[in-house]
């Protein structure tokens, strides 16, 4: 009998060229070899069977929506293959809802909400035999054991990295939690109003490392809200400006937090290279912003919207339709903010959604009493996605309305790059241009390469 000797993490489901973050928290704490299977496909489960047939266990980090089905199908081709090994779920959606993942028949374990120190310990007494918990929670963040990421974990990291505009662009991620209580918005109930991340010195060594290994010349942060702390934010960008770190860097942000910096900090982010800011703006309309406690104003996106324009920001706006107790004027207002927008500040990148009830937010149980239906299994939770209707006060003739409204959108281009990297070309590919070159009296390389060959 073969040795049990790895531990398999999986992500299951198109990633968006995102840095798997969340199996590299957990391999980055494991003492056992660790084999990540990204944008895991059943075919790719063949491809490992070795492995799997001989894993420790299997941890698969999921969230609601699409990805559960990729995963299910995922898990179902694990146990075909290993019927034995022990599959542990974790991630936003096994968080929120616990025990009814655990129901389903291709889960074994379930770890809620921060997992690296669960599930370490939960490997050690797999190996030991013990028996454990079915579900697992430590309710701690320990913000000097934030995890390091091993970037070693990955192969292949250029299919990471985003081309586009002559950027080249990867995902980082340097904190977790939100201490605001946006009510539709579940982060509250896995961290609390909490909040953890790196110092600044980590997070500009780590860039300049990514700089210097794969030639990247754009970040942009996956952080819940990288400027929850403006000083440390402010403390970042003056950092790569004292450092001489060229980088295009983007990141999410709250409109209202923002809306507190004065000239001096927004030239300060425009000259540090910042390219991108995205925020929640929600809603055109006030009373849809104060029921979703947002603290912020339709004046105030406009503004946000414009301050970006000016210092040569792309704003990335996230809005939605169809909150519980919204009005048709209310949702008119949210569509007249949206095309004020596209005429005032043309390089504004709205994204158009219909309001989805996720389980652990604050308007869930209201959307529960106005007659939403919950999936009632793990399969059902996989129809759950932002452009398709699932309450009933919510139309099909405003989801149409809304898929239409995003279609309308013109292919966003990244405008002038702040920083631009040379392109990073092959020594192989410099060697035989070199070659090229050279002339003899009579003939190229290149010809006597031919003759060669004849």
Same mark, same amino acid.
């Given at each position: 009998?073969?040795?049990?000797?790895?531990?398999?993490?999986?992500?299951?489901?198109?990633?968006?060229?995102?840095?798997?973050?969340?199996?590299?928290?957990?391999?980055?704490?494991?003492?056992?070899?660790?084999?990540?299977?990204?944008?895991?496909?059943?075919?790719?489960?063949?491809?490992?069977?070795?492995?799997?047939?001989?894993?420790?266990?299997?941890?698969?980090?999921?969230?609601?929506?699409?990805?559960?089905?990729?995963?299910?199908?995922? *898990?179902?081709?694990?146990?075909?293959?290993?019927?034995?090994?022990?599959?542990?779920?974790?991630?936003?959606?096994?968080?929120?809802?616990?025990?009814?993942?655990?129901?389903?028949?291709?889960?074994?374990?379930?770890?809620?909400?921060?997992?690296?120190?669960?599930?370490?310990?939960?490997?050690?007494?797999? !190996?030991?035999?013990?028996?454990?918990?079915?579900?697992?929670?430590?309710?701690?963040?320990?913000?000097?054991?934030?995890?390091?990421?091993?970037?070693?974990?990955?192969?292949?990291?250029?299919?990471?990295?985003?081309?586009?505009?002559?950027?080249?662009?990867?995902?980082?991620?340097?904190?977790?939690?939100?201490?605001?209580?946006?009510?539709?918005?579940?982060?509250?109930?896995?961290?609390?109003?909490?909040?953890?991340?790196?110092?600044?010195?980590?997070?500009?060594?780590?860039?300049?490392?990514?700089?210097?290994?794969?030639?990247?010349?754009?970040?942009?942060?996956?952080?819940?809200?990288?400027?929850?702390?403006?000083?440390? *934010?402010?403390?970042?960008?003056?950092?790569?400006?004292?450092?001489?770190?060229?980088?295009?860097?983007?990141?999410?942000?709250?409109?209202?937090?923002?809306?507190?910096?004065?000239?001096?900090?927004?030239?300060?982010?425009?000259?540090?290279?910042?390219?991108?800011?995205?925020?929640?703006?929600?809603?055109?309309?006030?009373?849809?912003?104060?029921?979703?406690?947002?603290?912020?104003?339709?004046?105030?996106?406009?503004?946000? *919207?414009?301050?970006?324009?000016?210092?040569?920001?792309?704003?990335?706006?996230?809005?939605?339709?169809?909150?519980?107790?919204?009005?048709?004027?209310?949702?008119?207002?949210?569509?007249?903010?949206?095309?004020?927008?596209?005429?005032?500040?043309?390089?504004?990148?709205?994204?158009?959604?219909?309001?989805?009830?996720?389980?652990?937010?604050?308007?869930?149980?209201?959307?529960?009493?106005?007659?939403?239906?919950?999936?009632?299994?793990?399969?059902?939770?996989?129809?759950?996605?932002?452009?398709?209707?699932?309450?009933?006060?919510?139309?099909?003739?405003?989801?149409?309305?809304? !898929?239409?409204?995003? *279609?309308?959108?013109?292919?966003?281009?990244?405008?002038?790059?702040?920083?631009?990297?040379?392109?990073?070309?092959?020594?192989?590919?410099?060697?035989?241009?070199?070659?090229?070159?050279?002339?003899?009296?009579?003939?190229?390389?290149?010809?006597?390469?031919?003759?060669?060959?004849?």
């Amino acid at each position: 009998m073969h040795k049990r000797d790895k531990v398999i993490l999986v992500r299951a489901g198109p990633s968006g060229k995102a840095i798997p973050h969340a199996l590299l928290a957990l391999a980055a704490n494991l003492k056992d070899k660790v084999l990540i299977l990204d944008e895991a496909t059943p075919d790719l489960v063949i491809k490992y069977k070795d492995e799997i047939k001989n894993a420790i266990c299997v941890g698969i980090s999921t969230i609601t929506g699409p990805h559960i089905k990729h995963s299910l199908e995922v *898990a179902r081709q694990i146990r075909g293959v290993n019927p034995c090994v022990p599959l542990v779920w974790g991630g936003w959606h096994p968080s929120l809802k616990p025990r009814q993942t655990l129901k389903n028949k291709y889960v074994d374990k379930v770890i809620i909400g921060q997992g690296e120190k669960a599930f370490q310990d939960l490997v050690e007494n797999i !190996k030991k035999g013990k028996k454990t918990e079915d579900i697992i929670a430590y309710n701690y963040i320990d913000k000097n054991n934030f995890p390091i990421y091993n970037f070693k974990l990955i192969k292949d990291i250029e299919k990471y990295i985003v081309p586009h505009m002559g950027s080249r662009t990867i995902t980082l991620y340097t904190q977790q939690g939100c201490p605001y209580g946006c009510k539709f918005c579940a982060i509250n109930s896995v961290y609390g109003k909490k909040y953890s991340g790196w110092d600044i010195d980590r997070v500009i060594i780590l860039i300049r490392d990514t700089i210097k290994k794969y030639g990247i010349n754009g970040v942009y942060f996956d952080d819940d809200n990288f400027f929850i702390d403006k000083k440390r *934010a402010l403390e970042f960008a003056d950092k790569l400006l004292k450092r001489d770190i060229k980088i295009n860097w983007g990141a999410a942000a709250g409109i209202n937090i923002l809306s507190s910096l004065n000239t001096e900090e927004w030239e300060l982010l425009d000259r540090s290279g910042c390219k991108r800011l995205s925020a929640g703006a929600e809603s055109g309309s006030q009373r849809t912003l104060d029921m979703l406690n947002k603290r912020i104003a339709p004046q105030m996106i406009i503004e946000f *919207a414009n301050l970006c324009y000016k210092y040569n920001i792309i704003p990335c706006l996230s809005l939605m339709v169809g909150v519980p107790g919204e009005t048709q004027e209310d949702i008119e207002e949210t569509f007249k903010l949206l095309a004020m927008l596209k005429e005032k500040v043309p390089t504004t990148e709205p994204v158009l959604s219909l309001y989805t009830p996720y389980p652990g937010t604050p308007l869930y149980e209201v959307a529960l009493k106005m007659g939403y239906k919950e999936p009632q299994s793990l399969e059902g939770w996989a129809e759950h996605y932002l452009d398709n209707p699932t309450t009933p006060w919510i139309d099909q003739s405003l989801g149409e309305r809304v !898929k239409k409204y995003n *279609a309308s959108l013109p292919t966003q281009k990244d405008y002038t790059l702040k920083f631009k990297q040379k392109p990073r070309i092959s020594v192989y590919i410099r060697r035989f241009s070199r070659l090229l070159r050279k002339k003899d009296k009579k003939e190229t390389i290149l010809n006597r390469y031919f003759k060669k060959k004849k």
